[in-house]
């Protein structure tokens, strides 16, 4: 199953949701972007140093360095060299450079095949921005997940106080606009609502009636699928 949508639409807590109410394996595809971009950071690469950001993303996936672990109460872990990055990684500067390194052709193409591994066994959610359009076009359900840049941004703001940073809520709106104009701009893997996807837009629901409306439509699939001679 692919869950795609831009930043702040509500997709990581819906899809853990998601996942543990169908009992899938959740696969945060955002955070092996954000790894790279932290591993950059660490390594003093710049974020538009196309040929050493590949080169970086390739070797991380060679020394198989970013693990993502399961979510459990403590949250969704990622290690990174065997150091646990789940919190570095959200911090806002790597945000941006993980919008950054992700426009990287080769970056994306050095983690195409990671996240097809992970996808392959089935009974897999994935969450990315271009799951449903090209890492698994063949999907067998798919969302787009959206909501205003407002309430993207709101959010976005109170998730950031919430972990006692003091954010200005009209930084907060730029940077949210900002990235979604890279990520929907960008050359390659552009995000995008897949045309065989489910459109959601989550403005005004709340996380439960996004989830259940995710959880009745796969469930309507599984029972066509598993109807199927
Ligand atoms: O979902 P997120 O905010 O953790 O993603 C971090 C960045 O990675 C975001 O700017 C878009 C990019 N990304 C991507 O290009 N493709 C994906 N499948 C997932 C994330």
């Known amino acids: 199953m692919a869950i795609d949508g831009p930043a702040g639409a509500g997709k990581s807590t819906v899809t853990q949701r998601v996942a543990d109410e169908l009992g899938y394996l959740l696969v945060d595809t955002g955070a092996l972007y954000r790894a790279v971009a932290l591993a950059a950071q660490r390594a003093l690469v710049s974020w538009v140093d196309d040929a050493s950001l590949g080169a970086l993303a390739r070797q991380l996936v060679e020394e198989r360095a970013v693990e993502l672990g399961s979510h459990g109460s403590s949250g969704f872990t990622v290690k990174l060299r065997g150091e646990d990055v789940s919190l570095a990684i959200r911090e806002p500067s790597v945000s941006q450079g993980a919008s950054k390194v992700s426009a990287v052709p080769a970056v994306r193409a050095a983690l195409l095949d990671m996240q097809r591994q992970a996808g392959a066994a089935g009974g897999v959610v994935l969450e990315g921005r271009d799951i449903g359009t090209v890492v698994f076009p063949d999907a067998e359900v798919k969302f787009f997940l959206t909501a205003s840049v407002d309430v993207r941004a709101r959010r976005r703001f109170d998730e950031l106080r919430a972990r006692g940073a003091k954010p200005e809520l009209a930084e907060v709106e730029r940077e949210v606009a900002e990235r979604d104009l890279r990520d ?46």
């Open 184 to 229: 929907s701009t960008r050359p390659v893997a552009p995000l995008k609502q897949a045309a065989d996807a489910h459109g959601i837009d989550s403005s005004l629901l709340s996380i439960e009636q996004v989830v259940a409306c995710i959880v009745a439509q796969v469930r309507v699939v599984e029972a066509e699928l598993g109807a199927r001679p």
